[in-house]
């Protein structure tokens, strides 16, 4: 009988074989924490009495979640942080410079077939690029900080086929809206979940990068993807670490497989308070909106901010609609930049915030008010995430975000087709 | 040992967002402070109501979402001894048991809040008392099992300098 992807990965780093449901001690390559954890990694990692980190050159701070900090309590946390990173001698990526999730492959840390850990849920955004990661909590981050190991459970896959050509209009985010809304909310939980088929293959890296990032809304623990020509380029062109892709075997097992025809998707609307509460467009459109945002993990790279942009030029942002937008990276920011995006930005009345995740965990740049409406191009929905447990939050992919701010209320993009 | 339900209105689905919402855990770090505001934004009065020992009952899929380990921490800090639900996320699960919480699966749907209940983790065993209702737990993984032993993944790590599962 075949490996999967991650039964391949977790056996290369515990040396020895390896199937769904062992139990192994395995040697991790990459370990970072953001600001919202890091705190209590330092923590625990005093806790442990150990005298160094294991490598590092392995792990990395990173502030993205308040950054720059609103106040005073987040000041000290990330003081914290700047004074272990000084102490400890490792890499931190202050203020400004962008999400974690951005810079751990932009900055070339991680390449395929590695095992990566990061104290964040949304880590395994790098199934995209061939690695097996995921999110852990601090204490276990610590662990990882002070032995470069930890202990995993090998999970079970579910194999995601997407066929057919994506229509005008309908990106990557709208295709992992949909399988979200068909798996739920626990259909993937303690299971990696393989994504394959044409769709996936004419997808650039980044945008593939948003649906890896997303496999946790299910529950999922990893959401891979095999190595082809573009992703070996795309980590080649970033990372000086030699990648050694893994793909699953022919006879590999694999709990469920789904199938999804993507060639008459309409854009996805993600309703408030649950990810996989997922309808089409279509009915919600007229939905009043009060903000909007694009940026994240999920979608504040290069191409999402121009095609945002393309909707926009020449045009202004409804005047009862704050529109925020959040570059992932400062690489991200400087590009768009050049582009004369961000130009287009501003001139249309929106607002660009410091690359970081800006308001999508509700802590500053853009807290929601009582009653208020906002629609996002990040990857949760929760009550209270953005900020006020009595707002409503609608995710969505940039083109239909910029859409609904030009209009004020929830809008088809495929209005604008000469614009997509 | 007398424990008392204190069950969450929401059943399926609480993330850990709900638990401790983000615009306290990036500015508190005190988990006695944090802990009066665990399911605010669902539950507002849920912390009031808290008794030291009591277990936590929720649905499917309890603490999915964020990988914050304030979650567990606060719900420990609130008094909670352990959390029974009918499925966990798979973060939340890890970070309870690295800190010590006891998580059980079971069945939950006919435990009302404020019933009596009666924990038997050696047994596998979930009895309220007000109903007169045993529920079969879930056996806990022997990983976990080692930890919840040692006192949490600190303790286990320090005591064999690294993981001694065999």
Same mark, same amino acid.
């Given at each position: 009988?075949?490996?999967?992807?991650?039964? $391949?990965?977790?056996?290369?780093?515990?040396?020895?074989?390896?199937?769904?449901?062992?139990?192994?001690?395995?040697?991790?390559?990459?370990?970072?924490?953001?600001?919202?954890?890091?705190?209590?990694?330092?923590?625990?990692?005093? *806790?442990?009495?150990? *005298?160094?980190?294991?490598?590092?050159?392995?792990?990395?701070?990173?502030?993205?979640?308040?950054?720059?900090?609103?106040? &005073?309590?987040?000041?000290?946390?990330?003081?914290?942080?700047?004074?272990?990173?000084?102490?400890?001698?490792?890499?931190?990526?202050?203020?400004?410079?962008g999400v974690c999730h951005q810079l751990v492959p932009q900055k070339g840390h991680v390449t395929c077939g590695d095992l990566v850990l990061g104290a964040d849920s949304h880590t395994c955004t790098y199934g995209a690029i061939n690695v097996f990661s995921t999110g852990?909590?601090?204490?276990?981050?610590?662990?990882?900080?002070?032995?470069?190991?930890?202990?995993?459970?090998?999970?079970?896959? &579910?194999?995601?086929?997407?066929?057919?050509?994506?229509?005008?209009?309908?990106?990557?985010?709208?295709?992992?809206?949909?399988? +979200?809304?068909?798996?739920?909310?626990?259909?993937?939980?303690?299971?990696?979940?393989?994504?394959?088929?044409?769709?996936?293959?004419?997808?650039?890296?980044?945008?593939?990068?948003?649906?890896?990032n997303m496999a946790v809304e299910m529950g999922a623990k990893a959401g891979l993807m095999e190595a082809d020509e573009k992703v070996l380029k795309w980590v080649k062109g970033r990372s000086s670490k030699v990648p050694h892709p893994v793909s699953a075997d022919v006879?590999?097992?694999?709990?469920?497989?789904?199938?999804?025809?993507?060639? *008459?998707?309409?854009?996805?609307?993600?309703?408030?308070?649950?990810?996989?509460?997922?309808?089409?467009?279509?009915?919600?459109?007229?939905?009043?909106?009060?903000?909007?945002?694009?940026?994240?993990?999920?979608?504040?790279?290069?191409?999402?901010?121009?095609?945002?942009?393309?909707?926009? $030029?020449?045009?202004?942002?409804?005047?009862?609609? $704050?529109?925020? +937008?959040?570059?992932?990276?400062?690489? +991200?920011?400087?590009?768009?930049?050049?582009?004369?995006?961000?130009?287009?930005?501003?001139?249309?009345?929106?607002?660009?915030?410091?690359?970081?995740?800006?308001?999508?965990?509700?802590?500053?740049?853009?807290?929601?008010?009582?009653?208020?409406?906002?629609?996002?191009?990040?990857?949760?929905?929760?009550?209270?995430?953005?900020?006020?447990?009595?707002?409503?939050?609608?995710?969505?992919?940039?083109?239909?975000?910029?859409?609904?701010? +030009?209009?004020?209320?929830?809008?088809?993009?495929?209005?604008?087709?000469?614009?997509? | 040992?007398?424990?008392?339900?204190?069950?969450?209105?929401?059943?399926?689905?609480?993330?850990? @967002?709900?638990?401790? /919402?983000?615009? !306290?855990?990036?500015?508190?770090?005190?988990?006695?402070?944090?802990?009066?505001?665990?399911?605010? @934004?669902?539950?507002?009065?849920?912390?009031?109501?808290?008794?030291?020992?009591?277990? %936590?009952?929720?649905?499917?899929?309890?603490?999915?979402?964020?990988?914050? =380990?304030?979650?567990?921490?606060?719900?420990? /800090?609130?008094?909670? !001894?352990?959390?029974?639900? #009918? /499925?966990?996320?798979?973060?939340?699960?890890?970070?309870?048991?690295? %800190?010590?919480?006891? %998580?059980?699966?079971?069945?939950?749907?006919?435990?009302?809040?404020?019933?009596?209940?009666?924990?038997?983790?050696?047994?596998?065993?979930?009895?309220?008392?007000?109903?007169? %209702?045993?529920?079969?737990?879930?056996?806990?993984? /022997?990983?976990?099992?080692?930890?919840?032993?040692?006192?949490?993944?600190? =303790?286990?790590? #320090?005591?064999?300098?690294?993981?001694?599962?065999?």
């Amino acid at each position: 009988m075949g490996k999967t992807i991650s039964e $391949k990965i977790l056996s290369n780093h515990a040396a020895r074989e390896l199937r769904a449901g062992d139990v192994a001690i395995c040697n991790v390559d990459f370990c970072f924490g953001q600001d919202g954890t890091s705190s209590i990694i330092i923590d625990s990692f005093r *806790k442990l009495g150990v *005298k160094q980190v294991f490598d590092r050159s392995k792990f990395r701070m990173i502030i993205d979640h308040s950054a720059p900090s609103p106040n &005073i309590g987040v000041s000290e946390i990330h003081k914290k942080m700047r004074t272990f990173a000084r102490t400890f001698d490792v890499g931190l990526y202050d203020i400004g410079c962008g999400v974690c999730h951005q810079l751990v492959p932009q900055k070339g840390h991680v390449t395929c077939g590695d095992l990566v850990l990061g104290a964040d849920s949304h880590t395994c955004t790098y199934g995209a690029i061939n690695v097996f990661s995921t999110g852990v909590g601090s204490t276990d981050l610590a662990i990882t900080l002070a032995s470069g190991k930890n202990w995993f459970r090998v999970p079970e896959t &579910i194999k995601v086929i997407v066929k057919g050509k994506l229509p005008k209009g309908v990106y990557s985010k709208d295709v992992v809206l949909n399988i +979200i809304k068909d798996i739920g909310a626990n259909g993937a939980t303690y299971k990696a979940v393989e994504f394959y088929g044409e769709a996936i293959t004419a997808m650039s890296v980044d945008a593939r990068l948003t649906i890896s990032n997303m496999a946790v809304e299910m529950g999922a623990k990893a959401g891979l993807m095999e190595a082809d020509e573009k992703v070996l380029k795309w980590v080649k062109g970033r990372s000086s670490k030699v990648p050694h892709p893994v793909s699953a075997d022919v006879d590999a097992k694999y709990v469920a497989v789904r199938t999804y025809d993507v060639s *008459k998707l309409a854009p996805q609307v993600a309703k408030p308070h649950a990810v996989d509460n997922v309808s089409d467009v279509t009915g919600l459109a007229g939905v009043k909106i009060d903000q909007a945002y694009v940026g994240t993990c999920t979608n504040g790279r290069l191409e999402d901010l121009e095609a945002a942009a393309k909707i926009l $030029k020449g045009r202004s942002v409804h005047p009862e609609v $704050k529109f925020i +937008i959040a570059p992932a990276s400062r690489e +991200i920011y400087l590009e768009a930049a050049r582009k004369g995006l961000v130009e287009t930005f501003v001139k249309s009345g929106c607002t660009v915030v410091a690359p970081g995740c800006g308001p999508c965990v509700g802590t500053h740049n853009g807290a929601l008010a009582d009653g208020e409406v906002a629609i996002s191009t990040a990857n949760r929905n929760f009550k209270g995430r953005m900020g006020n447990p009595n707002s409503f939050i609608y995710l969505a992919s940039p083109v239909t975000v910029a859409a609904s701010a +030009i209009a004020g209320r929830i809008t088809d993009p495929r209005e604008h087709k000469a614009r997509l | 040992m007398k424990h008392y339900a204190r069950r969450l209105k929401v059943q399926d689905n609480v993330n850990t @967002d709900y638990v401790i /919402s983000g615009r !306290y855990k990036f500015k508190i770090q005190d988990p006695k402070e944090l802990a009066k505001h665990i399911f605010e @934004d669902i539950d507002p009065d849920f912390a009031a109501r808290v008794m030291k020992g009591d277990i %936590l009952v929720a649905g499917e899929n309890f603490g999915c979402g964020s990988s914050r =380990e304030q979650a567990p921490q606060a719900i420990r /800090s609130a008094g909670f !001894y352990a959390v029974a639900a #009918k /499925s966990f996320a798979r973060i939340f699960y890890r970070n309870a048991f690295n %800190l010590g919480l006891i %998580l059980v699966e079971c069945d939950t749907d006919f435990i009302d809040d404020g019933d009596e209940l009666e924990l038997d983790i050696e047994k596998g065993k979930l009895k309220d008392r007000a109903k007169g %209702l045993v529920f079969d737990t879930k056996p806990i993984p /022997s990983v976990m099992k080692r930890l919840l032993r040692d006192g949490g993944v600190v =303790e286990h790590f #320090k005591k064999y300098g690294g993981f001694k599962f065999d």
